[in-house]
C-alpha cells in the first residue's frame, strides 16, 4: 500500500508564501492525493484534491490563496498572501482498492 | 445543508466495547459511500475504515480488522462503528465523513468527532 511522507513543520511570515511537500512511496507516484487542513481544536476540512498532472479540484468554500502541484511522486500545497488562520496542520492522504492512507501532517507557524 | 453528528464515545475499560454513532442530514446518505477516521491525542489522522452506499462493501484498516465492525441503516440516516476488544491505542477522537464524489476522493465533509478514552 502507498506511504506518504511529510515534513513535520514549517513555518513563515504574515503575508508571504509556503510550498509544502507531500511525497508518495516508490510504485505510487502516479497516485492522486487530496489536503485536508487541520485549524486548532477543529476537524479536519478538504482543501483540495490533486491529481499527478497538476491538476486540482478545490474543496467548498477554500480561498483562491490555497493552489496544487505535481513533481513526480512529490505533491505540493500552496497558501499564497498567509494569513493567522492558516496556522493549522495540514495532512495529504491518498487511497487505492480497499485502504486509505494518511501523511504524517505538516504543522504550518505563520510568524 | 450538510451535517454529520457522531455520538457514543467515552471511557471504557481495555477488552471492553462500544458503539458509535454519526447522525447525517442534508443529503441522500444511502447514496453515498462513508469512512471514519481516528486522530489519538496528538497524533495524525488515521483512516480506521469506510462502507458502501448500500452497506456491501466494507473495508478496514489492519490496526482494527477483527475488532471493528462498520455498518449503516440507510433509514435512519445513521452510520455506527461497534468497537469491540478495545485497547489503550484505540483511544483517540474518531471522526465520520461524507465521501461525496466516491471512493476514489477526498471526504467532502467532517463531523465534528467523538472521543474514546480506553483506560483502567
Known amino acids: 500500500q502507498p506511504v506518504l511522507t511529510q515534513s513535520s513543520s514549517a513555518s513563515a511570515s504574515l503575508g508571504s508564501s509556503v510550498k509544502l511537500t507531500c511525497t508518495l512511496s516508490?510504485?505510487?507516484?502516479?497516485?492522486?492525493i487530496a489536503w485536508h487542513q487541520q485549524q486548532p481544536g477543529k476537524a479536519p476540512r478538504n482543501l483540495m484534491k490533486?491529481?499527478?498532472?497538476?491538476?486540482?479540484n478545490k474543496g467548498s468554500g477554500v480561498a483562491d490563496r490555497f493552489s496544487g502541484s505535481s513533481s513526480g511522486a512529490d505533491r505540493y500545497l500552496t497558501i499564497s498572501n498567509l494569513q493567522s488562520e492558516d496556522e493549522a496542520d495540514y495532512y495529504c492522504?491518498?487511497?487505492?482498492?480497499?485502504?486509505?492512507?494518511f501523511g504524517g501532517g505538516t504543522k504550518l507557524t505563520v510568524l | 445543508e450538510v451535517q454529520l453528528v457522531e455520538s457514543g464515545g467515552g471511557l471504557v475499560q481495555p477488552g471492553g466495547s462500544l458503539r458509535l454513532s454519526c447522525a447525517v442530514s442534508?443529503?441522500?446518505?444511502?447514496?453515498?459511500?462513508m469512512t471514519w477516521v481516528r486522530q489519538a491525542p496528538g497524533k495524525g489522522l488515521e483512516w480506521v475504515s469506510a462502507?458502501?452506499?448500500?452497506?456491501?462493501?466494507?473495508y478496514y484498516a489492519d490496526s482494527v480488522k477483527g475488532r471493528f465492525t462498520i455498518s449503516r441503516d440507510n433509514s435512519k440516516n445513521t452510520l455506527y462503528l461497534q468497537m469491540f476488544s478495545l485497547r489503550a491505542e484505540d483511544t483517540a477522537v474518531y471522526y465520520c465523513?461524507?465521501?461525496?464524489?466516491?471512493?476514489?476522493?477526498?471526504?467532502?465533509?467532517w463531523g465534528q468527532g467523538t472521543l474514546v478514552t480506553v483506560s483502567s
Open positions: 442534508g443529503f441522500i446518505f444511502s447514496s453515498y459511500a
Open positions: 490533486l491529481e499527478n498532472s497538476g491538476s486540482y
Open positions: 462502507i458502501s452506499g448500500s452497506g456491501g462493501s466494507t
Open positions: 465523513a461524507l465521501l461525496g464524489s466516491g471512493w476514489y476522493s477526498p471526504p467532502d465533509y
Open positions: 516508490s510504485g505510487h507516484s502516479s497516485y492522486t
Open positions: 492522504e491518498t487511497w487505492d482498492s480497499n485502504t486509505r492512507v
